[in-house]
């Protein structure tokens, strides 16, 4: 624990003389600062939902910086965070309404100081259930809303549909719908679920943001957990069981892809090359080979054995977020923010472009290969799932009345059915056929007759209100539950 004490005289005199800003009294990061990051910047830059990739839930995750990089600097003048709230760096933080300037000389002179941390600096100086002006009980009343469904997986006997939405695994019967178990007590959102080789065992991935990854490996007959891997520094975003069932991949927020021994729990190897967060992991049918995508655009292919990158496939003109090898071994779709399907013609040695096709209006989440090798589906934002055949710049079915993003799909083991999971929570089975309707999983929950005497006037909105805020500006990263 690394706790930095000014003690009590020092934090006295603080506030004595606090007041018109005096640049050299000395700053305390709980005292001053603290109050000033719950009450002006916490909404946006929590754990849940880091805007920029950088929260101020603790000092360690201040610290940390967003994606631009770290924001302390010894200087202010060259701190980021002293940038951005003077504006010399856009947008000028927070967004909307700045800081007084005796606000911003506090944090100047605490960096002068020596940027020092007076709590433990992991502690959630700030938790996320402090985040103001959340107003749930008023949105319940007039929007009921379910956990976004942010994975899907579908066992290839057919009998099982894994759902993954916000701390809970859901396990249905597609043919009746009935929830057969669920799988309760992951840290945040499930990204990702995989079923293992033989089917007996569910891999759910996931973590709290900004903190560390998660992934939980149940057993999906009796419900038994029967292991949680810790690691990473970010949520996992996407893994993969190896063909033997032996080890399991994981890509993660935090640039690196890990490879795990599923007997010992214990990381055997660390994959890095990528330079920005990574969104998918799947290893090949024959299992010595491992293909990544990534928020630096690229897909690349690793050599299991060495953990060495063999090659990388750009052409990608935004964040990949999902990929899927094909069962044949010889392709890889790739899908992504740039609103692309891509396919590329890989082997052990290198690889190149076959095809590349917009596919979407918006942003694709999730890409899946239906078990035949035959289609492949695509999810977006831009509200529909499509089917397409490789090689078939044309969807052969587009399901379009779905009623919000969609983050994931999957194919039932049969290649007959395809299951939809959607930012609304609503989990939906298409026929592939013809594109109709099959059944509706999870539905979202009829809005309750509301007297008017039972809805309160809800506060007028603040500048710099959360509802002034883009709800996604990076799809995956800021999908935090809508509860
Ligand atoms: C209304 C939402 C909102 C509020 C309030 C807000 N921010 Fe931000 N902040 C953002 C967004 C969005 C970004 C990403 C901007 C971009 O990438 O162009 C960001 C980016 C940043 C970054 C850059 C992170 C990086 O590494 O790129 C810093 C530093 C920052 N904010 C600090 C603050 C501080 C300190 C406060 C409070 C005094 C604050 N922000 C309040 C929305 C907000």
Same mark, same amino acid.
């Given at each position: 624990?690394?706790?930095?004490?000014?003690?009590?005289?020092?934090?006295?005199?603080?506030?004595?003389?606090?007041?018109?800003?005096?640049?050299? $009294?000395?700053?305390?990061?709980?005292?001053?600062?603290?109050?000033?990051?719950?009450?002006?910047?916490?909404?946006?830059?929590?754990?849940?939902?880091?805007?920029?990739?950088?929260?101020?839930?603790?000092?360690?995750?201040?610290? %940390?910086?967003?994606?631009?990089?770290?924001?302390?600097?010894?200087?202010?003048?060259?701190?980021?965070?002293?940038?951005?709230?003077?504006?010399?760096?856009?947008?000028?933080?927070?967004?909307?309404?700045?800081?007084?300037?005796?606000?911003?000389?506090?944090?100047?002179?605490?960096?002068?100081?020596?940027?020092?941390?007076?709590?433990?600096?992991?502690?959630?100086?700030?938790?996320?259930?402090?985040?103001?002006?959340?107003?749930?009980?008023?949105?319940?009343?007039?929007?009921?809303?379910?956990?976004?469904?942010?994975?899907?997986?579908?066992?290839?006997?057919?009998?099982?549909?894994?759902?993954?939405?916000? %701390?809970?695994?859901?396990?249905?019967?597609?043919?009746?719908?009935?929830?057969?178990?669920?799988?309760?007590?992951?840290?945040?959102?499930?990204?990702?679920?995989?079923?293992?080789p033989?089917?007996?065992?569910? $891999?759910?991935?996931?973590?709290?943001?900004?903190?560390?990854?998660?992934?939980?490996?149940?057993?999906?007959?009796?419900?038994?957990?029967?292991?949680?891997?810790?690691?990473?520094?970010?949520?996992?975003?996407?893994?993969s069981w190896s063909p033997d069932?032996?080890?399991?991949?994981?890509?993660?927020?935090?640039?690196?892809?890990?490879?795990?021994?599923?007997?010992?729990?214990?990381?055997?190897?660390?994959?890095?090359?990528?330079?920005?967060?990574?969104?998918?992991?799947t290893f090949n049918p024959a299992g010595n080979l491992l293909a990544?995508?990534?928020?630096?655009?690229?897909?690349?292919v690793w050599d299991v054995a060495?953990?060495?990158?063999i090659?990388?496939?750009?052409?990608?003109?935004?964040?990949?977020?999902?990929? $899927?090898w094909n069962p044949a071994g010889n392709q890889i779709?790739?899908?992504?923010?740039?609103?692309?399907?891509?396919?590329?013609?890989v082997n052990a040695?290198?690889?190149?472009?076959?095809?590349?096709?917009?596919?979407?209006?918006?942003?694709?989440?999730?890409?899946?290969?239906?078990?035949?090798?035959?289609?492949?589906?695509?999810?977006?934002?831009?509200?529909?799932?499509?089917?397409?055949?490789?090689? #078939?710049?044309?969807?052969?079915?587009?399901?379009?009345?779905?009623?919000?993003?969609?983050?994931?799909?999957?194919?039932?083991?049969? #290649?007959?059915?395809?299951?939809?999971?959607?930012?609304?929570?609503?989990?939906?089975?298409?026929?592939?056929?013809?594109?109709?309707?099959?059944?509706?999983?999870?539905?979202?929950?009829?809005?309750?007759?509301?007297?008017?005497?039972?809805?309160?006037?809800?506060?007028? $909105?603040?500048?710099?209100?959360?509802?002034?805020?883009?709800?996604?500006?990076?799809?995956?990263?800021?999908?935090?539950?809508?509860?």
């Amino acid at each position: 624990m690394r706790v930095v004490y000014f003690g009590l005289a020092v934090s006295a005199a603080a506030f004595v003389i606090q007041g018109p800003a005096h640049a050299q $009294a000395p700053v305390s990061f709980s005292k001053d600062l603290v109050p000033i990051l719950k009450e002006q910047c916490v909404k946006c830059h929590n754990a849940r939902q880091p805007q920029g990739g950088f929260a101020v839930s603790s000092f360690a995750l201040l610290e %940390k910086g967003g994606k631009g990089g770290k924001v302390l600097a010894p200087k202010p003048e060259d701190s980021r965070l002293i940038k951005y709230l003077e504006g010399t760096l856009k947008p000028q933080m927070p967004i909307g309404t700045p800081l007084s300037k005796a606000q911003i000389d506090k944090f100047k002179a605490w960096v002068s100081q020596g940027s020092k941390a007076d709590v433990d600096v992991n502690a959630l100086v700030i938790p996320d259930s402090a985040i103001p002006a959340i107003k749930v009980p008023v949105i319940k009343v007039k929007v009921p809303v379910l956990p976004q469904a942010a994975s899907l997986a579908w066992s290839k006997d057919n009998k099982i549909l894994a759902i993954g939405t916000y %701390k809970t695994v859901i396990l249905v019967d597609p043919a009746t719908g009935k929830t057969l178990r669920e799988l309760p007590g992951h840290a945040d959102v499930i990204h990702n679920l995989q079923f293992s080789p033989d089917g007996k065992q569910l $891999a759910a991935a996931g973590g709290p943001p900004a903190l560390q990854g998660e992934v939980k490996i149940w057993e999906v007959e009796t419900g038994k957990e029967v292991r949680t891997i810790l690691g990473h520094n970010d949520f996992v975003y996407s893994c993969s069981w190896s063909p033997d069932g032996k080890t399991l991949a994981t890509a993660s927020y935090d640039k690196l892809v890990k490879i795990w021994d599923l007997a010992t729990g214990a990381e055997v190897k660390t994959l890095k090359d990528h330079a920005d967060a990574v969104y998918a992991v799947t290893f090949n049918p024959a299992g010595n080979l491992l293909a990544s995508g990534s928020a630096d655009r690229s897909v690349k292919v690793w050599d299991v054995a060495t953990g060495k990158r063999i090659y990388t496939l750009a052409g990608h003109g935004d964040i990949v977020f999902s990929l $899927a090898w094909n069962p044949a071994g010889n392709q890889i779709t790739s899908v992504g923010a740039d609103k692309t399907m891509r396919i590329w013609n890989v082997n052990a040695q290198n690889g190149n472009q076959a095809q590349n096709t917009s596919a979407h209006e918006k942003s694709i989440n999730d890409v899946a290969y239906s078990p035949d090798g035959t289609m492949m589906a695509t999810a977006s934002d831009d509200k529909s799932v499509k089917i397409w055949k490789p090689g #078939n710049g044309t969807p052969i079915q587009t399901i379009k009345d779905l009623p919000d993003a969609m983050l994931s799909v999957a194919f039932s083991g049969d #290649n007959k059915l395809v299951a939809t999971g959607g930012f609304d929570g609503t989990v939906k089975i298409y026929n592939v056929a013809d594109g109709k309707l099959q059944s509706t999983v999870i539905d979202l929950p009829k809005a309750p007759e509301v007297k008017p005497a039972e809805v309160k006037p809800a506060a007028p $909105a603040k500048p710099g209100d959360p509802k002034a805020v883009p709800a996604k500006p990076e799809p995956k990263k800021v999908d935090a539950p809508k509860k």
